[in-house]
């Protein structure tokens, strides 16, 4: 446990359902010192909007912290992947230092996976949201209950994480960074997205169509690009595929498999010595 206030704040994110199946994503942003819900924010999906948003609540609400935790998703701080997300650019403006826990290691995030168990239980006891706006206030209301109603078993003398916020002061703030260089709206230039994979196996990103392949249908997928490359990883992490940055006007990226009549046609023992040297768009790319 930090020694103070805003010494380290802890970011994660957890789906929920809506009435009719529909899932969402909560975010959720507590205090390591007083375990207190500094801000929550429900989204369509974990995108790097929303993590934003919540941790714009957050300081609105109780100032800027010197550390935030979170994992290396996409969304939140996809460093370790060689990445740089907005989220980190943000914070760091502010004097921030962004980390995140070891890849496979879990139990970094032990604090937001308890909270989170604590959140469904209590939503569990309540009607079903219908809307993200529901749902939100819901969750705003379990927040307060959360800081001002509850005693919490790993604070001392089970007091509230209200109580052990106003215990002790917060920390100073960090300083901020000489230069900030506060988010920008994604662009066709570069970016970050969270993007759910069509039926067909296609996603759009910067203005293209790009082949996934049907495997991946239906699922959520992660993607960076720039100027060279768009890269593909899956919500896990794992790295899907790599595709070079097509020339200005393309709108479709194809993932090296037939299509069509092709995709579905075998060829004659006459044809086979004609494909023996396929054309390099024909050969399988490693999102297939």
Aim: charged share 20%.
């Amino acid at each position: 446990m930090y020694p103070a206030p805003n010494c380290l704040w802890q970011l994660d994110a957890t789906q929920y359902a809506l009435t009719g199946g529909r899932t969402c994503v909560i975010f959720q942003l507590i205090d390591d010192h007083s375990r207190v819900a500094v801000a929550s924010h429900v989204a369509s999906g974990e995108t790097t909007e929303g993590a934003l948003a919540v941790v714009r609540k957050g300081i609105a609400a109780r100032g800027v912290p010197r550390k935030l935790l979170s994992d290396n998703g996409a969304a939140l701080n996809p460093t370790r992947r060689g990445v740089r997300g907005q989220l980190v650019d943000y914070v760091t403006a502010l004097g921030v230092e962004a980390i995140t826990g070891k890849p496979g290691k879990p139990t970094t995030q032990g604090k937001n996976e308890r909270f989170h168990q604590t959140l469904f239980r209590w939503l569990d006891k309540q009607p079903l949201a219908a809307t993200l706006d529901q749902l939100q206030t819901q969750v705003d209301e379990f927040d307060d209950i959360y800081n001002t109603q509850r005693g919490h078993q790993a604070l001392p003398g089970r007091i509230t994480p209200q109580q052990a916020w106003n215990a002790t002061d917060p920390i100073e703030p960090p300083r901020p960074a000489p230069a900030p260089d506060l988010p920008q709206p994604l662009t066709n230039t570069s970016g970050t997205a969270t993007r759910t994979v069509t039926a067909n196996g296609v996603i759009g990103v910067a203005s293209t169509h790009v082949k996934i392949g049907k495997a991946h249908a239906r699922t959520t997928v992660h993607v960076t690009w720039n100027l060279d490359a768009i890269t593909v990883t899956d919500a896990h992490g794992t790295h899907l595929g790599t595709f070079p940055r097509p020339p200005k006007g393309t709108r479709y990226i194809g993932n090296g498999k037939p299509r069509g009549f092709m995709a579905t046609h075998t060829p004659s023992p006459m044809s086979r010595d004609t494909n023996r040297h396929p054309c390099p768009e024909t050969q399988p790319s490693p999102m297939s």
